[in-house]
């Protein structure tokens, strides 16, 4: 209260010096009337509904009695001070102009004392929100892409905080159409970015996306259409209950609170193993699947059953992969074309691994039976041989051997369009060089230095005829 007064007295000591002033000359200047300051114009009349400045040449205004205000609204845009003195610069706690309204909110006044309406105002490096009347405004703005803390500036980054619209707080309303993770506790992430908006499709690149997909410190997050940000899969091409039920395309997965060491909300790049989106669920194996996500948070997914090609492989850790439309790795044996030529062969991929086998192996096909296989080593890795290898006949990576009764079959190769090269293999698939051998019939095949048949008893062949078809590996059938 001392301190009250000391400005009361501070102000009317500078009033007094401008009347005092003014006296010396003329009646014109501020003086005291019942208690209250009045401004007193050259013909002693007082000025009414004018601003008036005093000797610290700071305006006051003069009200429609001639009274200096105090601690009220002037002229609709400005306010004056316990003093009358018009604020300038400055924060305000009181009533709206305007309307019964008993509540007190902030205002603001910028330096020429007009309050700010309508807009944005950077004020001590911090950006706020005014209505049409002037109020600073809190909590979400009316087009709900900002939120302004209690203080009322705006907020960026990481909050967790209630949805802008109401209809969150009706479970029953809301909840059955929302596909999200509900909150018990009503709150949810969103994130601002450093001009305030949220992020959500709205304010993406996409603006008629579903949801916005956005890299942040590192890691990739969702956010739909309200700005929350999602866990857990999220289908991004509509609605997930009209997903395909046989593939994992247009899925998303980012972590909830069951994955440990993980960001919430984030991306994980690697392998996890997670229960499939619920749309997918009736239509898998196992409950629970190994999927290996991209760091953006997609998993790998495999082309249409039965149509893998090479270029179709994911590679990890230096080991080739295959999934399935379902986003599951492949196990088995399958007929895999050779990027776009149209040629084929075979790839094995480990029951357990799940990576292309490499070097010489007994494995089991499609039809249970167990042959020896050989998959190319380095270059071309898992890749089934079609050709000699180590003086052994493969095709698709399939031992090629005579029955034992017998002795030796020809076994034609193809070789580029319209010709082969055509070989005799023995029970155990090995080949002859430069050799002249006979099969059970007595049939003499002649080889060359690298194991060609060059003549059938006695007579040249023909390259560009066949003479015998490669046996086939029988394949895993792909699981529709």
Same mark, same amino acid.
């Given at each position: ?96 102009? %305007? ?59 990481? !909050? ?51 949801? !916005?997909?956005? !890299? ?28 395909? +039920?046989?593939?994992?395309? @247009?899925? $998303? ?23 499939? *989106?619920? !749309? ?22 495999? *082309? ?12 990890? &850790?230096?080991? &080739? %992969? ?60 898992? $890749? ?14 399939? $031992? ?33 060089? @430069? ?7 007595? +049939?003499?095949?002649?080889? @060359? ?13 023909? @390259? ?17």
């Amino acid at each position: 209260m001392k301190k009250k007064g000391l400005k009361v007295l501070a102000a009317a000591a500078m009033l007094t010096m401008g009347m005092m002033t003014m006296s010396a000359y003329a009646a014109e200047g501020w003086s005291m009337s019942n208690n209250s300051w009045v401004y007193l114009d050259k013909n002693g009349t007082k000025v009414t509904d004018e601003w008036r400045k005093g000797a610290d040449n700071l305006w006051r205004y003069l009200n429609s009695s001639g009274e200096m205000a105090i601690n009220t609204w002037v002229d609709d845009d400005y306010y004056v001070d316990s003093n009358g003195i018009m604020v300038s610069n400055q924060w305000v706690w009181t009533r709206p102009l %305007y309307g019964d309204d008993s509540e007190q909110y902030w205002f603001y006044f910028g330096s020429s004392g007009k309050v700010v309406k309508e807009g944005w105002k950077k004020i001590d490096g911090k950006s706020y929100l005014f209505d049409s009347d002037g109020i600073m405004e809190t909590g979400w703005s009316e087009d709900e892409l900002y939120y302004l803390g209690q203080d009322g500036a705006m907020k960026t980054g990481w !909050r967790y905080i209630e949805p802008p619209t109401d209809e969150f707080n009706d479970e029953e309303d809301w909840y059955d159409d929302y596909d999200g993770e509900y909150s018990s506790d009503g709150k949810y992430w969103f994130y601002f970015a450093s001009n305030g908006k949220k992020y959500c499709p709205q304010t993406g690149t996409d603006e008629s996306a579903d949801f !916005r997909i956005s !890299r942040i410190d590192g890691k990739y997050y969702c956010f739909d259409e309200y700005g929350i940000m999602r866990t857990g899969w999220v289908y991004l091409n509509g609605d997930p209950d009209d997903a395909p +039920v046989d593939s994992i395309e @247009n899925w $998303r997965y980012f972590a909830g609170e069951e994955i440990q060491n993980a960001t919430l909300g984030a991306s994980i790049q690697g392998w996890l193993s997670l229960e499939p *989106p619920e !749309r997918l669920q009736d239509n898998m194996d196992e409950p629970v699947v190994w999927y290996f996500f991209n760091k953006d948070g997609s998993p790998e997914v495999g *082309p249409d059953y039965g149509t893998a090609s090479t270029t179709d492989f994911t590679r990890i &850790n230096g080991n &080739n %992969y295959l999934f399935d439309p379902k986003g599951n790795p492949v196990s088995g044996l399958h007929e895999i074309e050779i990027g776009s030529t149209d040629e084929k062969t075979a790839y094995y991929f480990d029951e357990d691994s799940k990576t292309a086998l490499k070097g010489k192996k007994t494995i089991e096909e499609g039809d249970g039976t167990k042959s020896t296989f050989y998959f190319n080593e380095g270059s071309y890795a898992g $890749r089934g041989v079609t050709g000699v290898k180590d003086n052994y006949l493969y095709y698709k990576g399939k $031992r090629q051997e005579a029955d034992s009764d017998v002795r030796y079959t020809l076994i034609s190769i193809p070789d580029g369009e319209d010709t082969y090269k055509t070989y005799a293999v023995n029970s155990s698939g090995r080949i002859t060089k @430069n050799k002249t051998v006979k099969d059970g019939d007595g +049939v003499k095949y002649t080889t @060359n230095s690298v194991g060609i048949v060059i003549e059938i008893d006695g007579e040249p062949i023909n @390259n560009n005829s066949s003479y015998g078809d490669p046996i086939e590996p029988v394949f895993e059938e792909w699981d529709y």
